[in-house]
């Protein structure tokens, strides 16, 4: 068992209140019965104020003594008594008595969340560690934490620090100049009928969108993600256990430079891939006197350091000002944060201190898991996916957060509009725990007259689906598996993943032979 130093006399300032020790100690004193439930553990009992420790175990073995239960008392020696003890006595008593409100459990409980506190400062490893424990008396939600949430974020801390969180909108410009980049209505969705569908993404929910493999999960909710902090102004975390730092912040730059959404708020028009974005490929202005390729990207000369090629893009590319302009927005805008954190290797107890860690800290109440899988130490175990689920289900309830996860989608013949729950990949047991899951697959191109679209899904004519104009734009059938909101319509997107752009078209359904339902 750890034992208390109370040889040490400085903490940081932050986690002291001598005041509240003073009166805590002279309460129990007053009223030695209090001891029975108001008692300290040996471990976490860290007086700040020299000389409180022995006058606390003074109250222990002598006034409580009747009244303390042995694991009150476990682990104490006695105290020691000086000729300064009578005037500490005195000194905690008139503390005691200048508190009108006498209420022992609530001093004792902001007492006990500083010891807390104050034993895990002296006990982290690492000053990094040090760290996060004392920003713990910074978060958002500290007044609101209980004694045993107070102990399970210190307690947790080794494996949160060993984490690297960040917020990905934060400099933008500066990763993408460098190159070479290592039950009411919720919040709306950036796609109207599915927003109607779920009434929004309401606090107390889990929802998971399912694709198969490389078709776009990460970038389908990075496009959510953007909606939500950028046009609605919350806060988010995004846990990945798949695309790193790098590659997710050049999908949020995608997004933003792209998407019409969020230009109305940047204000620049642009329209570039993100192959050109990586690249930092950008067409000269008509009229610059600067060699291009066929095309009419300017062309990086031999040994050309990065600083002067940088330079000449300002000089001769429009569409790069316009670029470097919409990711100065994104790297500005402090209050409306997408927090990331990537780990490839967790616990389902890992992932809820993740969670619960930025629910206080920062006070996020949406957040997203991308992609939902088994806890690591159930790798193989497809039925612990269920657990996973249930873990983030109960996080939404208890604590009235929103979670959206990606969830894998099996390769299979069945067609977009067939899909069900057995094309899961993994545990179907899943769907139970979810309260809205969405199937979403990519349509054939050689299928496209099958299907047609419509605005309303009762619609008594419906349309032929349009052939896209670029090679890359596609089709994705979106069908609503399980909703506890209602309705489960089928809906298809129009996409291009080189562009991050996502454009809810209408409902979609197969192409209905004239007489057949007559």
């Known amino acids: 068992m750890a034992t208390p130093n109370n040889a040490v006399t400085k903490y940081p300032e932050l ?15 007053n009223n030695p019965k209090g001891i029975a439930i108001y008692y300290l553990d040996l471990k976490d009992c860290c007086f700040a104020v020299p000389g409180l420790f022995d006058i606390y175990k003074l109250v222990l073995f002598r006034e409580g003594q009747a009244y303390a239960p042995e694991a009150a008392k476990a682990g104490f020696s006695f105290p ?20 009108k409100d006498i ?14 506190l104050r034993s895990g400062y002296l006990l982290a490893p690492t000053p990094a560690i040090q760290d996060r ?6 978060y958002k939600r500290y007044n609101e934490m209980t004694i045993d949430e107070i102990d399970a974020r210190v307690k947790s801390m080794s494996y949160i620090s060993s984490l690297n969180d960040i917020k990905i909108n934060a400099g933008a410009t500066k990763f993408l100049l460098e190159g ?13 009928i599915l927003s109607k569908t779920f009434k929004g993404l309401r606090k107390g929910e889990t929802t998971a969108f399912s694709m198969p493999s490389n078709a776009g999960k990460s970038r389908f909710i990075v496009n959510i993600i953007c909606h939500l902090c950028f046009v609605e102004g919350k806060k988010v975390l995004l846990i990945s256990n798949e695309m790193t730092e790098d590659k997710m912040r050049l999908c949020l730059i995608t997004t933003i430079v792209n998407n019409p959404e969020i230009q109305k708020l940047h204000g620049q028009k642009l329209y570039k891939r ?8 950008f067409r000269a202005d008509e009229g610059k006197n600067v060699e291009v390729d066929k095309e009419g990207f300017i062309v990086r000369l031999e040994n050309e350091s990065q600083q002067d090629y940088l330079k000449r893009l300002s000089e001769n590319s429009t569409e790069f000002l316009k670029t470097v302009a919409a990711t100065d927005w994104l790297s500005q805008q402090i209050d409306d944060c997408i927090y990331f954190i990537h780990t490839a290797e967790h616990t389902n107890q890992d992932l809820i201190n993740i969670i619960l860690d930025y629910y206080y800290k ?18 193989g175990n497809l039925e612990e996916l269920k657990k996973t689920a249930t873990v983030l289900s109960n996080l939404a309830q208890k604590f009235n957060m929103f979670i959206g996860s990606t969830l894998q989608l099996a390769e299979s013949p069945t067609p977009p509009l067939n899909m069900n729950i057995n094309d899961i990949s993994g545990s179907r047991t899943v769907k139970e725990v979810l309260d809205t899951l969405c199937l979403i697959k990519e349509v054939n191109k050689s299928t496209y007259d099958q299907y047609e679209i419509s605005d309303e899904e009762d619609a008594e004519v419906y349309q032929p689906l349009e052939i896209p ?29 080189d562009f991050n752009r996502w454009e809810e078209v209408g409902y979609v359904r197969y192409k209905q032979v004239k007489g057949e339902n007559e």
């Open 15 to 29: 986690l002291t209140n001598d005041k509240l020790e003073i009166a805590y100690v002279g309460m129990l004193h």
């Open 80 to 99: 020691k008594v000086t000729e300064e003890t009578p005037k500490m006595i005195d000194i905690c008593k008139k503390y005691a008595a200048q508190i």
């Open 103 to 116: 209420d022992i459990e609530g001093i004792y409980i902001k007492i006990k969340k500083l010891f807390l």
């Open 133 to 138: 424990i004392l920003a713990i008396k910074n």
């Open 180 to 192: 070479d980049n290592n039950l009411t209505n919720g919040i709306a969705l950036p796609f109207p």
């Open 274 to 281: 993100e192959a050109e974005l990586l690249g930092l490929k």
């Open 362 to 379: 920062e006070g996020i109440e949406y957040y997203f898991y991308d992609t939902l899988k088994t806890d690591t130490e159930n790798i």
């Open 469 to 497: 104009k670029l090679s890359n734009t596609k089709y994705y059938a979106c069908v609503v598996d399980k909703n506890r909101a209602g309705a489960k319509p089928k809906v298809l997107f129009r996409l291009n993943l």
